[in-house]
């Protein structure tokens, strides 16, 4: 199993361009996310989707959209890159949740954007 | 507003000493915490968990400790090893129905082990 892959693993934007970062998952997770991490900063919550065609905001959504159409597949989308969007993008599966209501996250090495 | 605190940016400790990473959370809800490990270049990997019908949980060298009145809780690593250098994130969930295994991350606190 590849496990969570994300491309490109870098990128670099002017502002006001668009683009899509791609996340694959191969382990049948029903769960996705997408988190930006800031200097100095932890994980925020940008999108979930908990199957395909049903997606939900999380802590920071604006400037992004998202889709998923298949169970392995949960692209972000830029619409206007600012230079508030440049992070560290990180896209994450997991599992329906166990008999604890919770259960891990599996990560993907991550997206460094840059925006200018 | 950030409702896990990694109040500590950084720690350094000798090789083959214990390392104690706090974690602060102020959320009653959370009742299920993860440490993730993460190294440069790469994605969090998962380390250990505690659920808060517990106090205590222990993995190998790895022990996490949950003080639920203080809504705090501490990874400690015995011994510790220049291998375990990373940067060790916090993360709590509150297992409600419906909300998608949802995670708060902590900012982090970065170890380094020296040898």
């Known amino acids: 199993n590849a496990g969570v892959t994300q491309t490109p693993k870098f990128r670099i934007l002017k502002i006001g361009q668009s683009m899509t970062l791609q996340c694959t998952q191969d382990?049948?997770?029903?769960?996705m996310y997408w988190y930006r991490q800031d200097p100095g900063m932890g994980l925020k919550l940008i999108y979930y989707?908990?199957?395909?065609?049903?997606?939900d905001k999380g802590e920071v959504p604006n400037g992004y959209n998202v889709s998923r159409s298949t169970t392995e597949d949960f692209p972000l989308r830029l619409e206007l890159a600012a230079p508030s969007q440049t992070s560290v993008y990180f896209c994450?599966?997991?599992?329906?949740?166990?008999?604890?209501?919770?259960?891990?996250?599996?990560f993907g090495p991550g997206t460094r954007l840059t925006v200018l | 507003d950030q409702q896990v605190k990694q109040n500590s940016p950084s720690l350094s400790v000798q090789e083959g000493r214990i390392s104690i990473l706090n974690c602060d959370y102020t959320?009653?809800?959370?009742?299920?915490f993860l440490w993730y490990k993460k190294y440069p270049a790469e994605g969090p990997t998962f380390l250990i968990s505690?659920?808060?019908?517990?106090d205590k949980n222990e993995d190998g060298r790895f022990t996490v400790f949950l003080n639920k009145s203080a809504k705090h809780l501490s990874l400690h690593i015995v011994p510790s090893q220049p291998g375990d250098s990373a940067v060790y994130f916090c993360?709590?969930?509150?297992?409600?129905?419906?909300?998608?295994?949802?995670?708060?991350f902590g900012t982090g606190t970065s170890l380094t082990v020296i040898p």
């Open positions: 994450a599966s997991s599992p329906l949740p166990g008999l604890a209501g919770v259960d891990e996250q599996f």
């Open positions: 505690i659920s808060s019908i517990k």
């Open positions: 382990m049948n997770h029903n769960y």
């Open positions: 989707s908990v199957g395909a065609g049903i997606t």
């Open positions: 959320n009653s809800m959370f009742d299920y």
């Open positions: 993360a709590a969930s509150a297992s409600l129905p419906n909300t998608g295994n949802q995670f708060y």
